[in-house]
């Protein structure tokens, strides 16, 4: 066997559980998100229902709100952070 052949005997099942663990949840969701399934109704029949889903939830005032009070919270001491660290660069010279 070549080089190239046992690094890949040694890495593939590194990639196939990374997928595994990472990938098909990622694409499950996906396909879930364009249906109307209720986690705590696991034997509702399911029926696709195309972007009402995203439809509904970027219309929610309710979830602007949110964003926006997570906005503040992420960006607001980040630039602060940021000016008080070009302050100490600044000191410096």
């Known amino acids: 066997m070549s080089d190239r052949a046992i690094a890949w005997l040694f ?3 590194s990639v196939l559980l990374l ?5 098909f949840p990622l694409l499950w969701t996906i396909q879930l998100s364009f249906t109307n399934y209720r986690a705590n109704r696991p034997n509702a029949p399911i029926r696709y229902v195309g972007l009402d889903n995203y439809r509904d939830i970027l219309t929610d005032p309710e979830l602007w709100h949110a964003m926006q009070a997570t906005a503040h919270f992420v960006f607001i001491p980040t630039a602060d952070w940021v000016v008080q660290q070009c302050d100490r660069c600044s000191d410096r010279d």
């Open 19 to 23: 997928l595994a663990v990472n990938i």
């Open 11 to 13: 890495i593939a099942p």
